[in-house]
């Protein structure tokens, strides 16, 4: 849909030591201990139609896109026009979290004009990965 925000559905784990990414549900990571994280997602999005004008990647904390401190955001963005059209988004942070705050990433595609758009993870691969900071406890 033409400038829609949609969460990215990261469906497969591959290491998830400690249980606290729900992969079927809500596609959401609670770091189950409070500290400082590192947060990186890259996505490759296939755009079926029309030329795009922008699309952003971004990573909400408690369901929300707006932050405290400008340090805990930042988004790269790359467009690349092939057949039809083909994305590959970043995001990343650095995010005090508690316990039970969780992190959740989330795509916007828009495109030139007001027509509908639908896009889809590219068979390119996309990958959200994390870590908690060493030296930090809350």
Known sequence: ?????????????I??????????????WTPGVAG???????????????????SYLHTYKNGNPNYPTASEQSHINFYKPLTGSRTMLITQGIFEMDA???LE??????????GSNTFTLSELGSWWTG???PGYLS
């Open 105 to 114: 990433i989330w795509v916007l595609g828009g495109h030139v004009d007001t």
């Open 1 to 13: 849909t033409h400038d829609t925000v949609t969460k990215v559905p990261f469906d497969t784990e």
């Open 131 to 133: 870590w908690r900071l």
């Open 15 to 28: 290491i998830d030591t400690e249980s606290t990414y729900d992969h079927s549900t809500n596609y959401r």
């Open 36 to 54: 400082r994280y590192f947060s990186y997602s890259k996505c490759f999005f296939e755009f079926a139609n029309n030329k795009m004008n922008s």
């Open 100 to 102: 039970d705050d969780y």
